[in-house]
Every structure is written in structure tokens, then in C-alpha cells.
């Protein structure tokens, strides 16, 4: 079975411009999360959608949104791309909502580097 | 808000020995799971083992094996037996009622040969 995968790979943009990630979890499972992993250091929560519906967000600004579709994938988006957004982008899914039985498994991300 | 501490940037082993990786947590949640992960240099992150917190029997994976005080809050992550491919940054997590993992800061573990 195929993990979670995640495009693009690599991303370069400038400051300024927006950005779409894209993310599909396993085969099966409903729930996607986004983090954040800034160089060095562990990764931030972004958000948590189950059922197309958001469940939670963490503490980042109205640049960041996301989605998620009824095949479960899910997209995140920034806008007004900042340099501090550089980052690794991780995308987890798991069956359910993280308070279950089930354990969050993670894509290789999308590295972005803003110019 | 729960906060995740890794006091350890960076530890080594010889290959075949033990390593023991610490983690605290303080939360005022009495239902939780705690996680170790484990990101090599190809960046994807890999679950190693979990720990139900009402569980007061501590979690084995092979050579992977936890020692989850509940009073102290403290999960500590022993490894034996390293291998080479052990060598990754290690993440203690913290999941809780809110959706969301916590991670710390990490460990960087290296096994040498």
C-alpha cells in the first residue's frame, strides 16, 4: 500500500507570492494534518481536517489555510509568502482524529525555500 | 498548553550498545498518548512506539522499549542493541485531546561503528 505522499518535493518562490501543497493520505484513512518543521527544530502544528471538516489550528497567522477534498486529499495554502515561512512541510494522516486508537504516519514533505 | 522537553541535542553510541533518550511532558490532561519518531537524513518521519498513558505497562518494539513514569511525566526512549541505521534526530511527541501532536525539540542520535 502506498504511504502518505506529498508534492512537489522541493518548492523555491519569492517573498510575496502564494503557494499550494498538496498532500494524499493512505488509502483509507480520513484525517490529514499539516506541520511545520523549521530547520533544527521539531515540527509546529498547522492544522487537522477529518471529513473535509477543520478540527483544529494552531497558532499561525490568516496566510495559512487549507482544505481537504471528499477523497480525503488535502491542500495547504500561504499567501504573501514570507522568508521566516522556509521551512519542511509535513502532511500525517491517520484513520481517525489523533484521540483514537490510531497513530498519525507522515509523507516526506514539501521542502520551501522563499527568496 | 502542553510543552514537550528534549534535554539532549545530540547523543552518541557505539553500535551494539544501549542509549537512553529522555523526554518530559507537562500537561494537565489525564488521557493521552505519547509517541517516539524518528526522522533520518531522508526527513520522513517514522514512529518507533507509543504509549497509551492509562496504560501502566511500558510499551516494546523489538529493540525499542519506553519507561513512562506518569507522576514525573516523564518518557524515556532505551534503544538496544544500536545499528547504524538507528543514527536519525529522534522526536518525543505528545498528543492530547485537542487533535494536535506536540513535538519537542529533538535528539540527534549517532551510532558509530
Known amino acids: 500500500d502506498a504511504g502518505v505522499t506529498q508534492s512537489p518535493t522541493h518548492l523555491i518562490k519569492t517573498r510575496g507570492q502564494h503557494v499550494t501543497l498538496r498532500c494524499s493520505p493512505i488509502?483509507?484513512?480520513?484525517?490529514v494534518s499539516w506541520y511545520q518543521q523549521v530547520l533544527g527544530q521539531g515540527p509546529q502544528f498547522i492544522f487537522q481536517y477529518y471529513e473535509k471538516e477543520e478540527r483544529g489550528r494552531g497558532n499561525f497567522p490568516d496566510r495559512f489555510s487549507a482544505r481537504q477534498f471528499p477523497n480525503y486529499s488535502s491542500e495547504l495554502n500561504v499567501n504573501a509568502l514570507l522568508l521566516g515561512d522556509s521551512a519542511l512541510y509535513l502532511c500525517?494522516?491517520?484513520?481517525?482524529?489523533?484521540?483514537?486508537?490510531?497513530?498519525?504516519?507522515f509523507g516526506d514533505g514539501t521542502r520551501l525555500s522563499i527568496l | 498548553a502542553q510543552t514537550v522537553t528534549q534535554s539532549q541535542p545530540e547523543m552518541s553510541v557505539q553500535e551494539a550498545e544501549t542509549v537512553t533518550l529522555s523526554c518530559t511532558y507537562d500537561?494537565?490532561?489525564?488521557?493521552?498518548?505519547l509517541f517516539w519518531y524518528k526522522q533520518p537524513p531522508s526527513r520522513q518521519m517514522i514512529l518507533v512506539i507509543r504509549q497509551e498513558a492509562y496504560k501502566q505497562q511500558n510499551a516494546t518494539e523489538n529493540r525499542f522499549s519506553v519507561n513512562f513514569q506518569k507522576a514525573a511525566k516523564s518518557f524515556s526512549l532505551k534503544i538496544s542493541d544500536s545499528q547504524l541505521g538507528d543514527t536519525a534526530m529522534y522526536f518525543c511527541?505528545?498528543?492530547?485531546?485537542?487533535?494536535?501532536?506536540?513535538f519537542g525539540k529533538g535528539t540527534l542520535l549517532t551510532v558509530n561503528p
Open positions: 500537561t494537565s490532561e489525564s488521557n493521552y498518548y
Open positions: 488509502s483509507g484513512h480520513k484525517s
Open positions: 511527541a505528545f498528543g492530547g485531546s485537542n487533535y494536535k501532536l506536540t
Open positions: 500525517a494522516s491517520s484513520l481517525e482524529g489523533l484521540y483514537s486508537n490510531q497513530p498519525q504516519h
